[in-house]
């Protein structure tokens, strides 16, 4: 199972260090295999808007050049497909739009079953990043102030209390500024479960600081998605 691979992987290496890809951009096989030697530990798919009528053959792409998990991070009840080991069942606890708290997941619910995709369920937390990101601007919620350490600490332990397996914390795609180290470090201290944490982190030394914070997962994206080869930098710098 994903989940078990995760914690297991987590508790052997510190940190976990996923890559985001989006699925809207050409993606090549050998970009995916490249990302997978040097280091990433499960691949991200998705994205908050996505045009591209070539999805489920990208998701294919990857998924056959894969040696690690690929795990769909969907935008809407749309991006789902067979070509996943398992899905971030993920509510937007930190927004107040139904649509993204339940709606979303009510359509995609048959559909998961369907395919018989492994469900990791998320509380999915958007963060004050300096920028309007994708994200934001799709899901027409208010992000979770960078100050609000409590805020954020009630909103995570809130996904806890509803048997959610993760917490993502995510300044969005584009963000200008990454998730506060001091937020993860008290969230960390804070929950029982898991913390992703995604968006703004462009350098080896950023997923450093987020994994010594607490992160029991940092997710890379454009930088890795442009650059493959960078994955070993971010793989060294996020690993014990």
Not at 122 to 134: H, K, N, R
Not at 155 to 160: N, Y
Not at 169 to 190: C, F, H, R, W
Request: with cysteine; net charge positive.
């Amino acid at each position: 199972m994903v989940y078990q691979y995760l914690i297991k992987t987590i508790r052997q290496k510190g940190s976990a260090f996923f890559t985001l890809l989006d699925p809207g951009d050409k993606i090549t096989g050998d970009s995916v295999k490249s990302i997978c030697k040097n280091g990433a530990d499960a691949i991200l798919v998705g994205g908050s808007f996505i045009e591209n009528s070539d999805f489920i053959e990208r998701m294919k792409t990857i998924k056959s050049n894969s040696t690690v998990p690929v795990i769909i991070f969907p935008g809407g009840a749309t991006q789902v497909s067979k070509y996943a080991d398992a899905i971030l069942f993920t509510s937007l606890l930190s927004g107040r739009n139904p649509e993204y708290l339940i709606s979303e997941q009510v359509k995609a619910a048959p559909i998961i079953k369907g395919l018989k995709l492994e469900v990791l369920p998320t509380g999915y937390l958007l963060i004050e990043s300096g920028a309007s990101t994708s994200v934001l601007f799709m899901s027409n919620t208010t992000p979770i102030p960078r100050s609000k350490l409590d805020i954020a600490k009630s909103h995570s332990l809130t996904a806890q209390y509803f048997g959610m397996k993760f917490v993502y914390l995510d300044a969005g795609s584009g963000a200008k500024q990454s998730v506060p180290d001091e937020m993860i470090t008290a969230i960390k201290n804070y929950v029982d479960i898991p913390i992703i944490i995604g968006g703004g982190i462009k350098t080896p030394e950023d997923a450093k600081s987020k994994a010594k914070a607490g992160a029991s997962c940092v997710v890379i994206g454009n930088v890795i998605q442009k650059n493959p080869e960078l994955a070993k930098k971010f793989a060294d710098a996020i690993h014990k």
